[in-house]
């Protein structure tokens, strides 16, 4: 059988065969940022499997390496910094919309995680049902050190799978987490050697997908609705603590110490 090839947008490509679609981001440039458009067409891909009732399982992957987080070249940030507030919230929807609609989709998702996965691209994994990376691989959260808040409505995802503890460290802290202390954890659930991360995930994928679809799917169901019953009530605001905390006056140290390569001098303002 030959698989069903479709982009969406210039970066995203979907591959269906069988009960299996693997959804590829690949910006062609080794970094694979999230810009506005790429959470927009994010989100169009994981839609794009409300009713398709063949896909059993789906494998999401970036390559060389899943993401390097926001993309800071985004032309959209500029417009953003100098919207009004009720225009700034609406361009801020776009990620924590697409993790959501990711979260949302019916079918297991395997996270298939390479080089690295920063910012978005943590938030985008913990919206999946798997998480398997490869052994050099690690996962950072930059938000905080660089004055901002987590927001995407990660926060509870990662308080599901780590413990408040270990959750509260990675998100405060900023610091690299290497796929194997990751593993241990509890955000990944396979670390696997360099190089067949998207192997592996397939093959945990092609296993799901040949499991009694409805039940794998109300399964899914009710476990997220076990584990994710205050996730709103604990993020309803997320989006606007991002929309305060990023034009605070930390912040715009935090990017100034950034790029003059020094230690930030950080006032609570």
């Known amino acids: 059988m030959t698989a069903r090839v479709e982009r969406v947008g210039e ?28 959470l927009l067409d994010f989100k169009a891909a994981a839609l794009s499997f409300a ?14 390496v899943f993401s390097a987080g926001a993309d800071l070249k985004d032309p959209s940030l500029a417009r953003r910094a100098d919207a009004g507030l009720l225009e700034r919230r609406l ?22 995680i390479e080089g690295y996965a920063i910012g978005g691209g943590v938030a985008l994994v913990s919206a999946c049902d798997f998480r398997i990376a490869g052994e050099g691989a ?34 405060m802290l900023g610091e690299k987490l290497e796929a194997p202390i990751a593993r241990a954890e509890g955000l990944l659930d396979a670390v696997v050697p360099d190089g067949t991360a998207f192997d592996v995930a397939m093959d945990l994928a092609a296993r799901l997908a040949a499991l009694p679809p409805n039940a794998v799917q109300m399964t899914k169901s009710a476990v997220d609705a076990a584990a994710g019953a205050l996730h709103q009530a604990s993020t309803f605001m997320d989006l606007d603590q991002f929309a305060l905390t990023a034009t605070s006056e930390d912040a715009k140290e935090a990017i100034a110490a950034f790029l003059d390569k020094r230690q930030p001098r950080f006032t609570g303002r």
């Open 91 to 112: 361009l801020l929807r776009a990620g924590p919309e697409m993790c959501d609609a990711w979260a949302a989709v019916r079918q297991p998702v395997v996270a298939a």
């Open 51 to 64: 009713d398709d009732l063949e896909t059993r399982a789906i494998v999401l992957t970036g390559t060389p």
């Open 138 to 171: 690690f996962l950072r959260l930059p938000e905080i050190p660089l004055g901002m808040n987590m927001s995407w409505h990660t926060v509870p995802r990662l308080v599901s799978l780590m413990g408040p503890a270990r959750a509260k460290a990675f998100v």
């Open 11 to 38: 970066a995203i490509g979907i591959a269906r065969e069988g009960g299996l679609a693997t959804v590829t981001l690949d910006r062609g440039d080794g970094r694979n940022a999230l810009s506005r458009q790429i």
